[in-house]
């Protein structure tokens, strides 16, 4: 199993259409939640840190659910510009080797 | 602050040939990694450094070496390239304590092609 999974996707939506992604994580040490974006053939971007009690930025909200292992992120109202591949990182603070990419979720907005 | 600053953008190498990907960052931070990512998949951990003076091996070391004799500055050295190194390279630097809660953030990449 990996340590950090996600659905690979191709999620294709609708501009305006709400979506949602989940990752697991395997390891319950885990501390830290990061989702970051990136776009074809670009460095990864942090687009949110994830907090325990779950936290929105503009259209963008992300949940943790600690006892079952997973992360969320909702995109409402979703752009053209939301186009990329989400990556879900997860951590452990005590150890700067443990920072653990997920494979990404592709997400593509149609006009 | 102009963040992480990878060099070269591009390069291409031609099997055997060694070569430098530099990375520097002006954040001050401990933490800089360095990965690569192949063409539709994910990061992998090349080798990482928590401090000047002190590195570590990732996930896929083989056929690459680093160094930290600065804070700000993490070189990775390609000594007899291989087709297998063709990739996209990123470094990243965070801010390291043991109660750390920050991201890392990246360099733009270094795209390389050994032919």
């Known amino acids: 199993r990996k340590e950090v999974e996600q659905d690979p996707g191709p999620f294709n939506v609708p501009e305006g259409a709400t979506v949602a992604f989940n990752c697991t994580y395997s390891?319950?040490?885990?501390?830290?939640f990061f989702w970051y974006r990136q776009d074809c053939r670009k460095e990864p971007k942090l687009l949110m840190s994830v907090y325990s009690s779950g936290n929105e930025d503009g259209r963008f909200t992300a949940q943790l659910n600690r006892a079952s292992q997973y992360i969320s992120l909702l995109i409402r109202d979703s752009k053209l510009s939301d186009s990329a591949t989400y990556l879900c990182?997860?951590?452990?603070?005590?150890?700067?080797?443990?920072?653990?990419f997920g494979s990404g979720t592709r997400l593509s907005i149609r006009p | 602050n102009a963040g992480v600053t990878q060099t070269p953008k591009f390069r291409i190498l031609k099997i055997g040939q060694s070569m430098t990907l530099q990375c520097a960052q002006d954040m001050n931070h401990n933490y800089m990694y360095w990965y690569r990512q192949d063409p539709g998949m994910g990061l992998k951990l090349i080798y990482y450094?928590?401090?000047?003076?002190?590195?570590d091996k990732g996930e896929v070391p083989n056929g690459y070496n680093v160094s930290r004799s600065t804070t700000e500055d993490f070189p990775l050295r390609l000594e007899l390239a291989a087709p297998s190194q063709t990739s996209v390279y990123f470094c990243a630097s965070k801010e390291g304590t043991d109660y750390s809660n920050q991201p890392q953030h990246f360099g733009d990449g270094t795209r390389l092609s050994i032919l």
């Open positions: 390891n319950s040490a885990s501390q830290s």
């Open positions: 450094s928590v401090g000047a003076g002190i590195t």
């Open positions: 990182v997860v951590s452990t603070y005590s150890s700067a080797s443990k920072i653990i």
